[in-house]
């Protein structure tokens, strides 16, 4: 049976749940796949090894998600940020 729920209540949805939770709500069904995919591609973290580079390129070229990106995080510092600022 299909559920009716407002868009305005699946975008709040989305946004307040973590990668694991928007991966499994992609599977779902179309709606919530629409609206999760959204939340997971809005940015991308990018690392300065190749398998992040082919990973980011895959998405840059796919016809759908390089729609969705509208940030993109360069990460080329392979320590952790928060360590670094506790000490």
């Known amino acids: 049976a ?3 729920i407002p868009p305005e209540l699946l975008a709040i949805i989305t946004s307040l749940s973590n990668t694991e ?3 499994a709500l ?3 069904n179309h709606m919530l796949c629409v609206f999760a995919t959204s ?3 809005s940015t991308i973290s990018l690392y300065t090894d190749d398998k992040s580079c082919e990973a980011f390129e895959s998405v ?3 016809t759908q998600l390089k729609e969705q990106v509208h940030k993109i995080r360069l990460n080329t510092v392979e320590v952790d940020y928060v360590s670094d600022v506790s000490n």
């Open 2 to 4: 299909s559920v009716n």
């Open 21 to 23: 939770t928007l991966k």
């Open 26 to 28: 992609r599977l779902t």
């Open 39 to 41: 939340s997971l591609f």
């Open 60 to 62: 840059i070229t796919h």
